[in-house]
């Protein structure tokens, strides 16, 4: 085995130095770590190139029913480490890297995280595509490509400031332009009636403008334990590289913004809507994707059927949230226009073919579009659209010729709004919620009209986390101990991992366990140390972070930031710690560290407030000498996929404290769970489901009001955070530091405090005084951390019910979540590649490739 080592390792130097030399000019010791990452790259893109093929080969002759997934984020991370660990490459790269004089680290640090997603939406569709591809279904994937991500997030003195993501700053070695597939995408216009060979309505469009977008592919590839691994495409459109989008008249008549509008599509993920322009580029990027992909997908189709009588049974069409929700009318548009079907026949195809997946509850998330904006977008899709809800609300009528308040809930076109998450369950066969509470909610409360309407639609399909990358890949310490317990199963069967509860009780584990979670830690102090510096108002960076305890308690809540997530609780119980070890310095409190991580969106002011308070008091208590290493805070800044896989493997103690049937599921919850720390968490979300997969035996930190608790408060009106405010003398002294300048340092920061001081304690913009209950729930936070104090302090007992945690999360696994949408949506099975044509390819390849790696 070791001569085979060693020859695939001298294959793999000679692969990099043939690209070092033909690609890039330089020959190996001359090359720079940037240059050697994307000629090792390329080097084993060689080899997935042939199984990429092979698996679409494969899927096309058996001519197999494909899903096809639309999301407008997606959260891979960096691709390389994954990939390494997907094809059980670890040892023949690290041995090449030794042997051409390279670091590991410094290497593989080259790689920027593509900026294609935002937070949990787009981490899970990474989850799910590393899934499908691993279990050998047939899928195929579309986003757009970001030129800038989201933003770069930036902290000067606390204050977030949005950067360009410059992840395409360089070239991207795992992405395929495709000039060859490339389509047009139309906007605006004037439609004009006409009708198809059925006598159904259809829409001539003339003077309408034209957007090219073209496509770049990327390879997601599947684990396996051999050289039989199958690939996911990754479609990604863009509107950047096409100079047609570019409008030079406009420009030479100094519109520039007009000029540029359509080539800048794609910059930016979720531009500010906060006026005309955003709103309309968001709609556009929404359509793009829809239109791009759609016409992909009947290509696709066309290409192996002479016609469409199979459509509907061979193509699956999921839809990530509301945002592709337009490939409903544009899907019926298209086979009633282009290809003569009836309307009738078209909508059933449509409805056979589309899946959708709510991914929330709060109304203020659910899309809405302004009709007007859509009508001149999108005539003949808004044409469409209409006529749909015109044919189903009349059909509500007749099932409910007295209820006419219900016909406007369920309605698609109501006051002046698109309603995007009406249509989406209209024009879809499935419905499904994330979480078992989540789906209980959209079927009783969000959708409960469409539930009594369609009953059979709506299922629940609980989200899961790729254990492959989740912790094969970021926490290799402990996936040694497990698979040293338990076997290496665990890696594509993760139920397997119960089996670790049988080493809870022993004490050898615990304390093997205990020192993993040490050297995490210090590697996550280290990671700050280096990467986190500290920046002024002007953005310089000007000192150091804190220093950080390793035998402290690491306290981490790291997410998205917003009001329901509850970062301010958070802090709120900080600011409560660090007056209580003011007021006795003779404290027996456990040093604790509180880490932070995530982006507020641009627009979204209440969220900037919370991060820059959460810095402001970092900025006082790391620098107060009367507490020491006591308590420190860390925000994490410009929180990212690699970012994560350096603090969840540290983390001890998992903050997911969102008010209880506000969070759909959650997945950070189930990616620090894996990795050994206990959630503090209500009963919420998928929360719950964890709860009773652990058993209440061994989740000990649950705390906070339910979903009907809170929903009897909010329908009494029977809340009043004054109340605890004016009882709790020990909330009252945290709360007052938002309005009495404990931790501004000038007015702005006074005025933005101030802020949410108010949001907390009184009504604003038709909103009740803290909606989201942050006091309520803070009395009993404040209580069970104690509780986690106490347990902390008892080492091996901690342990103990780490391992029992990370032993009852085998059925979170993307794994499984893929199954269930599988056999309970769309109805795919495994097509893993064909062993006659693989092997056909091999041979190709290698009679003209004699450098073989594998």
Known sequence: MAVDLDYQAEMLIAKIKHYLITTMGRVSDEANSDEFYRALCYALREEIMINWLATARTQMQK???????????????????????????????????????????????????????????????????????????????????????????????????????????????????????????????????????????????????????????????????????????????????????????????????????????????????????????????EFLLVSSSLQDIIRRYLAVHENFRSFADKVRIQINDTHPSLIIPELIRILTKQHDIPWKMALDMTMACTGYTNHTILNEALEQWDQALMHYLLPRQYNVIERLNLDFCNAMRAKYPNDEQKIRRISILENGKVRMANLAILGSHKVNGVAELHTEILKRDVFKDFFDVYPDRFLNVTNGVTQRRWLLDCNPDLSKFITKRIGNGWITDFPQIKKLANFA?????????????????????????????????????????????????????????????????????????????????????????????????????????????????????????????????????????????????????????????????GTGNMKLAINGALTIGTNDGANIEMRQAITDQWWPFSFGYSTEDINKMRANNSYNPRSIYDSNAQIKKAVDTLRDRTFAIDDAEHAAFSDLFHMLMEAHYGQSPDRYFTLKDLESYYDVQKKVEVLYQKPNTWAEYVLHNIAGMGTFSADISIRNYCEKIWGITPCPSDNEILERIRHEYSIVDKCRIF
């Not at 990212?640 to 103690?653: D, G, Q």
Request: aromatic residues 8%; charged residues 25%; neutral net charge.
């Open 505 to 665: 009780g022993d004490g050898a584990s615990q304390e093997e366990i205990l020192s993993i979670k040490r050297k995490n830690k210090i590697r996550f102090i280290e990671f700050i140390n280096q990467e986190n510096k500290l920046r002024n108002a002007s953005g310089e960076i000007t000192s150091p972070p804190p220093i950080i305890d390793p035998a402290s308690l690491f306290d981490v809540q790291v997410k998205r930031v917003h009001e329901y997530k509850r970062q301010l609780m958070n802090i709120l119980h900080v600011i409560m710690l660090y007056q209580e070890m003011l007021a006795n310095p003779n404290h027996d409190r456990v040093k604790r560290t509180c880490i932070f991580g995530g982006k507020a969106a641009a627009g979204y002011e209440t969220a900037k407030d919370i991060i820059r308070f959460i810095n402001s008091v970092a900025r006082r208590i790391n620098k107060d000498p009367a507490i020491g290493n006591n308590l420190k805070i860390i925000y994490i800044e410009n929180y990212n996929v690699s970012r994560a896989e350096i603090v969840i493997p540290a983390a001890e103690l998992s903050e997911q404290i969102s008010t209880a049937g506000t969070e759909a599921s």
């Open 63 to 285: 001519d197999v029913r494909m899903l096809y997934y639309l999301s407008l984020e997606y959260l891979p991370g960096r691709i390389l480490t994954n990939n390494i660990s997907n094809l059980n490459s670890n040892d023949i790269v690290s041995l090449v890297l030794h042997k051409m004089n390279r670091n590991y680290s410094e290497i593989i640090t080259r790689e920027p995280d593509p900026g294609l997603g935002n937070g949990g939406l787009g981490r899970l569709a990474s989850c799910f595509l590393d899934s499908l591809a691993t279990q050998s279904f047939p899928a195929q994937a579309y986003g757009l490509r970001y030129q800038y991500g989201i933003f770069e997030q930036q902290l000067w003195d606390g204050l977030q400031i949005e950067a360009p993501d410059c992840w395409l700053l360089s070239e991207n070695p795992w992405e395929f332009r495709r000039d060859l597939r490339k389509v047009v995408v139309k906007y605006g216009g004037q439609a004009t009636k006409g009708m198809n060979i059925h006598g159904d309505e259809i829409q001539m469009l003339h003077n309408f403008e034209e957007v090219w977008a073209l496509p770049y592919d990327i390879p997601i590839i599947g684990y396996a334990a051999n050289d039989k691994f199958s690939v996911v495409t990754l479609r990604l459109w863009s509107t950047k590289e096409s100079p047609r989008n570019f409008q030079l008249q406009r420009y030479n008549a100094g519109r520039l913004d007009e000029a540029a509008e359509n080539t800048a599509l794609t910059d930016v993920l979720y531009p500010n809507d906060n006026h005309e322009t955003g709103k309309r580029v968001r709609l556009k990027q």
